[in-house]
């Protein structure tokens, strides 16, 4: 009966101790309470040399549930819990064993105590680790890790909405979207592509969907002012939605391009005050170079000695004329 009473009054101190303490620890994690109390029956304080359950639990805490080397050990990839357990399962349970019903001395409680965390910590530690998290939103399954503390495993905490990225296409030109994120997905993903018109908006509400299925790329062949909006992008796995990614589609038409283009070239003939570019200075009246003045002497004294040997021409035809003249009237009677 007396024993009975301790095994309730010790289980009810368990239970007050797990209520309201502010953090678990892989050993609460992973061992049961029923195997806690068993042992940690016989736990006999050296000093006093009296049993005391409640020194048991306190020495517990210090060893594995306040130990930063425990904790940090624990924390492994996706799915390794698991192996946790049975690492921590096999240092514990055997003491649970011999210790049940059996008195032992807080030394070597401690001594055996010490020695089941090491090897937890060294096993620990080989497990695979989690890879990361991958900025800045997003369901990352593979970059949660186990937490001691919790007994859970912890999310990237990003958000499944990602920013917006903005893509500026002309008239009539290809424009693609691509539904693809910078962390690992699992084989069975769903891809659906939605579509809220003219507005750059997050808002789920205003998007219609367009394709379900498999394919991350969404491709526009000849964009017109009836693609301009956003894109949304949603991979789901297994009904969960991991990521939503947002595409704003502005389209420009070909008409206001070239106006566009021609004031470009309007603005590039202004000042930054606003005025226009200064004429270019008159040009100088520089004297002819020295081969148009040799030509032009040249062709001056050619034209001089065409006009004398035409005049000295002209001077000889004369006097031939003047002499037959004289000829013939000296043959008169």
Avoid at 59 to 72: E, G, Y
Avoid at 193 to 205: K, L, S
Wanted: proline share 6%.
């Amino acid at each position: 009966m007396f024993l009975l009473k301790m095994w309730a009054s010790a289980l009810w101190m368990v239970c007050i101790s797990l209520l309201f303490s502010t953090s678990l620890s892989c050993f609460q994690c992973f061992v049961a309470v029923e195997d806690s109390l068993r042992l940690c029956w016989g736990h006999i304080l050296t000093e006093y040399n009296i049993r005391n359950v409640d020194s048991c639990f306190v020495k517990l805490d210090s060893i594995f549930n306040n130990n930063d080397r425990v904790i940090k050990a624990g924390r492994v990839g996706k799915g390794y819990d698991i192996q946790l357990k049975e690492i921590l399962d096999s240092e514990i349970l055997p003491m649970v064993k011999e210790f049940d019903q059996k008195l032992n001395y807080d030394t070597v409680y401690e001594e055996r105590l010490q020695t089941a965390a090491d090897n937890f910590i060294a096993a620990a530690s080989k497990l695979p680790r989690v890879s990361g998290c991958v900025p800045p939103c997003g369901f990352q399954s593979a970059g949660a890790e186990y937490n001691c503390i919790t007994c859970q495993y912890d999310s990237c905490e990003f958000p499944l909405d990602c920013p917006v990225e903005e893509i500026k296409v002309m008239e009539n030109s290809r424009t693609r979207m691509w539904c693809n994120v910078p962390f690992d997905l699992p084989n069975d993903i769903e891809i659906i592509w939605r579509f809220a018109e003219e507005v750059n908006t997050q808002q789920v509400d205003q998007f219609k969907d367009m394709t379900a299925g498999v394919d991350s790329l969404y491709s526009i062949p000849s964009a017109s002012l009836q693609h301009q909006g956003t894109y949304q992008c949603e991979i789901y796995s297994d009904q969960r939605s991991i990521v939503r990614l947002y595409y704003y589609l502005t389209v420009t038409p070909q008409v206001e391009a070239g106006h566009t283009e021609l004031q470009e070239i309007f603005d590039l003939s202004l000042l930054p005050g606003g005025s226009l570019l200064p004429a270019p200075p008159p040009s100088l009246h520089l004297p002819p170079p020295p081969q148009l003045l040799i030509a032009c002497l040249t062709a001056l004294l050619l034209l001089l000695f065409f006009s004398l040997g035409t005049l000295y021409w002209s001077s000889i035809l004369k006097e031939r004329d003047d002499a037959e003249s004289a000829g013939v009237e000296d043959l008169r009677p």
